[in-house]
């Protein structure tokens, strides 16, 4: 049974920084796409940060500058750093794993930015 545990959220003034910790447990392969998404109460979820296998990542343009992904393929873990918060990026945050096989998402972690 492969679980996504992610920690690392909370309140944090518009301007402070947070990092979120995703880590998978249970037998996982051949991870080919580690990503973060977001969904903030009333939307849809959106994609902020994606790393397939190659190395490269891609951001949504409301975070680039701000949000760095990185991702440790021996732990079978990701990271988001995140910057210059704005209470824009108030959402739940979710991280996934992708293989040949299937998604797996996290549980969600809060991120809420004050004004």
């Known amino acids: 049974q492969v679980q996504l545990v992610e920690s690392g959220g909370g309140l944090v003034q518009a301007g402070g920084s947070l990092r979120l910790s995703c880590a998978a447990s249970?037998?996982?392969?051949?991870?080919?796409?580690m990503a973060w998404y977001r969904q903030a109460p009333g939307n849809q979820r959106e994609l902020v940060a994606a790393?397939?296998?190659?190395?490269?990542?891609n951001y949504a343009e409301s975070v680039k500058g701000r949000f760095t992904l990185s991702r440790d393929n021996a732990k079978n873990t990701v990271y988001l750093q995140m910057n210059s918060l704005k209470p824009e990026d108030t959402a739940v945050y979710y991280c996934?794993?992708?293989?040949?096989?299937?998604?797996?998402w996290g549980q969600g972690t809060r991120v809420t930015v004050s004004s």
């Open positions: 249970g037998s996982i392969f051949g991870i080919n796409v």
């Open positions: 996934k794993f992708s293989n040949s096989r299937s998604n797996y």
């Open positions: 790393s397939p296998s190659d190395g490269s990542t």
